[in-house]
């Protein structure tokens, strides 16, 4: 298993600004996740990154809006940039485990956008 | 493409009674099979897996078998508790290093 952690926990951002959500795991890995669980929905994955390279976004979102940073294999961040209500989710990192195919999640960052 | 549907909720149960929240899944390939737990205020958390037709998975009382002819991953429950209550997420993962796909979540509540 993997230990994630997730920075901030919550926060309220005012529209029109950006905000960085941290993940720190407890052990190496070669790809992190970032994923969007939008009021009363299902998760949707933003994008894959990867270190050393470009994060690979899914269909519907783009790395302007959501530019990721994966400086070693034990840390990434997820920007939110030029936020609007409709950015208000819970942004989850996580991981695979160890040839299992699972994935192991943060507790999530919850963001309201006013 | 792939995905998994999964029925809705809420799901509303006396302590005590029997779950089931199906699952079915659409795949062009032999997926792994998941049941994801979210508790109130809480990340996700695996509760069980499965990896091949046929296999069962079990956790904490709860199990899922991995039924390839019927393409399902239902959830059952013998005699569940409050403490039960969350949103059970049923998702797929066609190979190792690739996204898994998500249902939408079925709302289980418990009173006791």
């Known amino acids: 298993s993997a230990v994630i952690s997730q920075k901030p926990s919550r926060d309220i951002c005012q529209r029109g600004t950006s905000l960085t959500i941290q993940c720190q795991v407890d052990?190496?890995?070669?790809?992190m996740f970032w994923y969007r669980q939008q009021p009363g929905q299902s998760l949707t994955l933003i994008a894959t990154?990867?270190?050393?390279?470009?994060?690979?976004?899914e269909s519907g979102f783009v790395i302007d809006k959501f530019p990721i940073s994966r400086p070693n294999l034990t840390f990434s961040t997820l920007t939110v940039s030029n936020m609007s209500p409709e950015d208000s989710s819970i942004y989850l990192c996580?991981?695979?485990?160890?040839?299992?195919?699972?994935?192991?999640f943060g507790e999530g960052s919850r963001l309201t956008v006013l | 493409g792939d995905s998994v549907t999964q029925m809705e909720g809420p799901v509303t149960l006396s302590e005590e009674a029997f779950l089931t929240i199906n699952c079915t899944y659409t795949?062009?390939?032999?997926?792994?099979l998941f049941w994801y737990v979210q508790y109130p205020g809480e990340g996700l958390q695996l509760l069980l897996k499965?990896?091949?037709?046929?296999d069962k998975g079990s956790n904490k009382g709860f199990e899922a078998t991995y039924r390839k002819e019927t393409t399902s991953f239902h959830l059952e429950k013998g005699s569940v508790q409050v403490s039960d209550s969350a949103v059970y997420f049923c998702?797929?993962?066609?190979?190792?290093?690739?996204?898994?796909?998500f249902g939408a979540g079925t709302i289980l509540r418990v009173k006791s």
């Open positions: 996580s991981v695979e485990g160890q040839n299992t195919g699972e994935l192991f």
């Open positions: 052990s190496q890995v070669t790809m």
């Open positions: 990154a990867n270190q050393g390279s470009e994060a690979t976004y």
């Open positions: 795949a062009t390939g032999y997926p792994s």
């Open positions: 499965a990896t091949k037709a046929d």
């Open positions: 998702a797929l993962n066609l190979e190792y290093g690739n996204k898994l796909v």
